[in-house]
Every structure is written in C-alpha cells, then in structure tokens.
C-alpha cells in the first residue's frame, strides 16, 4: 500500500484508502488503516506529536503509527508514501511508550517559554478566579 497526500481545511466525513488527509491550520492528519480494517486514524501534529514531511515520492509521518486502539493493534510507519510494516508491541511496550510520549510533552511544555499573551490570559484567567 501507497499513501498520497491530500491538504485539506476540514477532514472530510469519508476517507478513501491510500490517502493522508492534512489539514495544516488544524495540525491534524487522519487516514484509513494500512491494514485494509477501514478504520480511521487521527495524528495529532505538532512538536509532541507526529512530525509531516513531504516529498516527491510522498509523505513521511514520523514515529510510527501503533494503533493499540483498534482490533487489528496494526503498527507501521509511513515513509515517503510506502508503508513499512513494524512488529507488534507487548501491552508493557505499549504502556512504556505511552509513559515517554506523557513524558515528553511534560517536558515540553515545561521548559517552553511563554509567549507575553499566554502570561497575559494565565493572569486573567487567575486573577478572575481569584475573586
């Protein structure tokens, strides 16, 4: 199976097969399993998230896509549009990964500098709970 992006501003209600639907304002991706299940598969985008490139020969989602989620558990990355196929993951592998990606976006946003807004409505929304 081969994935082909399609950018979109809203994710469209039916998915087709071999399509990544990319919606950029939205920082979302979404696609139908590579297993041929039919489900649908959302990824977050964004710097704690899964990471969108392109190319010519097609779109890379990086890290891999494990779909612990669903009846088929189907694991696999999509790398300039072919899907390469990766092994399945023990319920302890499941729940370690899950622990570093909590992990990872703790981290984060911890060490993330606000912007002079976020300060602002964090001090807002403070002082109107305060009250």
């Known amino acids: 199976m081969r994935f082909r ?45 899964w990471t969108l490139s392109e190319s010519k020969r097609g779109p890379s989602l990086y890290p891999s896509i494990g779909n612990w989620q669903l009846p088929c558990k189907s694991h696999y990355i999509i790398n300039k549009g072919d899907v390469v196929w990766a ?16 992990d990872r976006r703790d981290s984060y946003y911890k060490n993330r500098r606000k912007t002079v807004t976020e300060v602002f409505l964090t001090w807002l929304y403070k002082k109107k709970h305060s009250q």
Request: aromatic letters at 6%; proline letters at 5%; one cysteine or more.
């Open 5 to 49: 992006i399609q950018h979109v501003r809203y994710m469209p209600s039916s998915l087709e097969e071999g399509i990544l639907y990319v919606s950029k304002e939205f920082e979302t991706a979404a696609h139908l399993c590579a297993c041929g299940c039919k489900q649908k598969v959302r990824t977050p985008l964004g710097p704690t998230e």
């Open 87 to 102: 092994r399945q993951w023990s319920k302890e592998e499941i729940d370690r990964g899950r622990a570093r990606e909590k």
